[in-house]
């Protein structure tokens, strides 16, 4: 079964400064891999996803992430974040055998 | 506009009693799920449901049950032998099972709390 970490529970930052929310998984299998963003008492709404292709995929609101086989790794990168970033950022994967399994989440907090 | 509605907002259980949260679909989607949000702990899944009139336990089923007797429906009733109910109840759907790389679409949550 596949697993999902998420390394840091808090990130803070500057606005205007750079961040990278870091992901790993574990599967045995090839995977699918989400990011998903939670603003306060609200539902999740997917950010980017990769499937296949390209291991560089860019999704909405300036965010990227790149998958990384050898490492098991799916970071979130954005180059500068502004205020309305502050928000909590879910990792997820599935694969061929198992539904979709989240990480504990991480929460980005983007200070003036 | 299509998407997913859960209701109510904010939902208020005595001790002994059932609940039901409400979790509507438009998209026609096959597939619904419902996750359990405790703070530090991401989304923990309760039940799914790939078609009509079947569903799956997830990996937290004990103390709820669910029904799928439409496509577009998927209630999940929190029972008197759930003890720590309160919590943050998300419903999603997909057009088919994860296993296809489905995204899941979410509603906006249902806060659950014990009086």
């Known amino acids: 079964a596949q697993s999902v970490t998420q390394l840091d529970s808090q990130v803070p930052v500057f606005e205007e400064a750079p961040v990278e929310l870091r992901c790993n998984y574990s599967?045995?299998?090839?995977?699918?891999l989400f990011w998903y963003v939670q603003y306060p008492n609200q539902g999740l709404q997917l950010l980017l996803k990769?499937?296949?292709?390209?291991?560089l995929v860019k999704g909405i609101n300036g965010f990227e992430a790149e998958f990384n086989k050898s490492q098991t790794s799916f970071h979130l990168r954005k180059p500068s974040v502004h205020i309305s970033d502050t928000a909590e950022y879910f990792c997820?994967?599935?694969?061929?055998?198992?539904?979709?399994?989240f990480g504990a989440g991480t929460r980005l907090t983007v200070k003036p | 506009d299509g998407g997913i509605t859960q209701s109510p907002k904010y939902l208020f259980r005595k001790e002994g009693q059932n609940v039901t949260l409400s979790c509507e679909q438009n998209l026609n989607h096959d597939a619904m799920y419902w996750y359990r949000q405790d703070p530090g702990q991401g989304l923990r899944l309760i039940y799914y449901s790939q078609i009509v009139n079947d569903f799956q336990k997830g990996d937290i089923a004990e103390g709820y049950s669910v029904s799928r007797e439409k496509k577009e429906s998927f209630p999940l009733t929190v029972t008197s032998a759930q003890k720590n109910p309160t919590a943050f109840y998300l419903c999603?759907?997909?057009?088919?099972?994860?296993?296809?790389?489905?995204?899941?679409?979410f509603g906006a949550g249902t806060r659950l709390s014990v009086l």
């Open positions: 999603a759907s997909s057009t088919s099972s994860g296993i296809s790389g489905a995204i899941q679409y």
């Open positions: 599967s045995s299998v090839s995977v699918y």
């Open positions: 997820a994967v599935s694969d061929r055998s198992s539904d979709m399994r």
């Open positions: 990769y499937l296949s292709g390209s291991t």
